[in-house]
């Protein structure tokens, strides 16, 4: 299988129907034990002085990021190993967000963004809504899974299914698909098959994506405007070798200004804005 060995910031969407199966776990967030009580995104970082949150609809993208859980301040970012890839006070580095990487490598930058993703949707009931392109055309839909079914996955990207398991929608059978999305996906297919997003029309869910091996991406995991139109995002990301998906920082700063022809962020190059991209 190939790994992608990217890194990606978010910016986080909206949308949302019936589906699958309601979340098994804590609401909203299936993966946190159901008496965790950490500190959520939006309650740790305040807009900066002069700007206010955009709106977001309730059950959107946006809304769901929002509520990210966050580990305790000063918690570094480690590996799927659990070495320490970052001290906590990096300067590049806000906060980890409470989330599994997993014990292999992974859920890298643009797994991240897929994992985020998937979770949103399955957090509103929307599990039939989960898929991912995996290239050359083909695609891994959740739905084929949950029924039992498992992928055969050819070396140019075709894919047979065969009934092979017992019908499972848990949040634990997410998690296992996951890792086969993550083997195939990358940021190349992230470019390639995203919908292109205008600057003018970025919200909360969008995300930067250069395509390579390496290639980055970044999520945007809020936005915030001012009077005057100027606009400030927090960003998000996860990185090579797998790792804790962090907020990140520039010296200290875990809000990046938007109204720059590229997106600088600490660990990449600068994003220019032909890079902004949207899930369906």
Do not use: N
Not at 62 to 84: E, K, N
Not at 228 to 245: I, S, T, W
Request: aromatic share 10%; proline share 7%.
């Amino acid at each position: 299988m190939r790994f992608a060995t990217v890194a990606v910031v978010l910016l986080l969407a909206s949308a949302g129907s019936a589906g699958l199966a309601a979340p098994d776990r804590a609401p909203g967030y299936a993966w946190l034990d159901s008496d965790a009580k950490p500190d959520r995104l939006a309650d740790r970082f305040e807009p900066p002085h002069g700007f206010r949150r955009v709106a977001a609809e309730d059950r959107s993208f946006a809304a769901w990021l929002r509520g990210l859980p966050l580990r305790p301040r000063g918690t570094p970012v480690r590996s799927f190993r659990g070495d320490q890839i970052r001290a906590g006070d990096d300067p590049g580095v806000a906060a980890v967000v409470e989330l599994d990487v997993g014990s292999r490598d992974l859920q890298q930058c643009a797994d991240s963004v897929i994992r985020l993703d998937a979770e949103w949707r399955f957090a509103l009931g929307s599990a039939s809504q989960i898929s991912y392109a995996i290239g050359h055309g083909s695609t891994l839909p959740f739905a084929r899974w949950a029924s039992g079914d498992r992928p055969s996955i050819a070396d140019d990207d075709r894919v047979t299914w065969f009934h092979r398991a017992r019908a499972d929608d848990s949040h634990a059978a997410l998690r296992t698909y996951l890792d086969t999305v993550f083997g195939w996906a990358g940021t190349e297919t992230l470019a390639d098959t995203a919908k292109r997003t205008a600057r003018d029309q970025v919200r909360p869910g969008d995300f930067f994506v250069v395509g390579g091996h390496p290639g980055h991406a970044v999520l945007v995991l809020d936005i915030a405007v001012d009077d005057a139109g100027h606009r400030r995002a927090l960003l998000g990301q996860g990185y090579m070798p797998a790792q804790d998906f962090h907020v990140l920082a520039h010296d200290g700063d875990p809000w990046f200004s938007l109204d720059s022809d590229t997106v600088d962020t600490p660990f990449w190059d600068p994003f220019p804005w032909s890079a902004l991209r949207r899930l369906p």
